[in-house]
């Protein structure tokens, strides 16, 4: 019987690009590999793996995701622009092929199994906290108030995903640790671990512009 947890997946490695599990993310496709990749993957089950390419280091990460096509439209010269949804993240195996686009056998990967789901939602909690906190204090600082979705997750798995997929900045080297952990717990902590570092950051920034603004 076939192992139903490896299969074989074209690969699209993105320099310094993480896709997690449940976001969204656009391409344009115009290299004539993956024009070629594009139109197997569509006549097949309409999905790739998407990978991080470290261009520091010219190395592929081990870890990556797999994305569904959703929409797809191809102009006259042959160049695509296709939307893609986040599906399961997968362990690169082993390349089985490198021309004309790079393949690889793989396998899934779940998060482990929640010993204690009490202390889960509690940390989920305080990391959605930490997470509205972030966001108002930057709509102060900015005078521009932003506002979080209103179906942002509230299952502290998928909660992880969302926060590690909207990251802000040059943050790639965490956003691929964020993926590859398999322990929902630790990949929030992590993640409260940032936001709170920020929030206090900007908390103080904003001590600070309302002190000056008293003086003035």
């Known amino acids: 019987m076939a192992d139903l947890s490896v299969r074989e997946l074209p690969l699209f490695p993105l320099p310094d690009i993480v896709l997690f599990p449940r ?3 656009p391409l344009h496709i115009f290299e004539s590999r993956y024009r070629m ?3 197997t993957v569509l006549e097949d089950d309409r999905r790739f793996g998407v990978v991080r390419w470290n261009p520091n280091t010219q190395t592929m990460a081990s870890i990556g995701c797999c994305a569904e096509i959703l929409q797809h ?3 006259d010269d042959g160049r695509s622009n296709i939307v893609t949804l986040g599906q399961q993240r997968f362990r690169v195996l082993d390349v089985v092929r490198e021309a004309p686009y790079r393949t690889a056998m793989v396998s899934w990967i779940e998060d482990d199994p929640v010993e204690d789901r009490d202390q889960l939602t509690e940390l989920a909690q305080n ?3 930490a997470l509205r906190d972030v966001v108002e204090l930057t709509g102060k600082l900015t005078d521009s108030p932003a506002a979080l979705p209103e179906d942002l997750p509230e299952l502290p798995r998928e909660l992880s995903f969302w926060i590690g997929a909207h990251l802000g900045g040059p943050v790639a080297e965490q956003q691929q640790e964020l993926l590859e952990l398999t322990d929902t717990s630790e990949r929030l902590k992590l ?3 940032m936001l709170d570092e920020t929030r206090r950051q900007l908390a103080a920034r904003t001590v600070l512009r309302d002190t000056l603004a008293n003086v003035d």
Do not use: A, G, I, P
Request: proline share 0%; net charge negative.
């Open 23 to 25: 976001d969204v993310l």
């Open 37 to 39: 990749m594009l139109q």
């Open 73 to 75: 439209q191809t102009s």
């Open 127 to 129: 990391v959605s906290q």
């Open 191 to 193: 993640e409260f671990e």
